[in-house]
């Protein structure tokens, strides 16, 4: 059974940055998609970026490009979302997950395991 755990989230002030980390047990990651969505309660899990796990191509919802560097650690199995020049509006609990994808998408529901899930709040 794959097991994704985040880490990282917390208070941020507008302008600073924060690191989340997800870390995968329970399987190969060999030929899969990871990917970072975030959501407010209340409203629909918003695509952050994702990453292919072999060949390390990347995509980044417009929101977030030129800010946000997604990442990976083969050797310990982890996924990274560098958040740099945050902004109130990325505050959300921020979910990884996995997709048997060899591209990266966008879209939640083909996605097959997910995180808890880590809160981010950013303060103006």
């Known amino acids: 059974q794959v097991q994704l755990v985040e880490s990282g989230g917390g208070l941020a002030q507008a302008g600073g940055s924060l690191r989340l980390s997800c870390a995968v047990s329970g399987g190969t990651l060999s030929g899969y998609t990871m990917g970072w969505f975030r959501q407010v309660s209340g409203q629909v899990r918003e695509f952050v970026a994702g990453?292919?796990?072999?060949?390390?191509?990347?995509r980044y919802a417009d929101s977030v490009k030129g800010r946000f560097t997604i990442s990976r650690d083969k050797a310990k199995n982890t996924v990274y979302l560098q958040m740099n020049s945050v902004k109130p509006e990325d505050t959300a609990v921020y979910y990884c997950?996995?997709?048997?994808?060899?591209?990266?998408?966008?879209?939640?529901?083909?996605?097959?395991?997910w995180g808890q899930g880590t809160q981010v709040t950013v303060s103006s």
């Open positions: 997950a996995t997709s048997r994808s060899f591209m990266v998408i966008n879209t939640a529901r083909l996605y097959d395991y």
């Open positions: 990453i292919t796990w072999n060949g390390g191509g990347t």
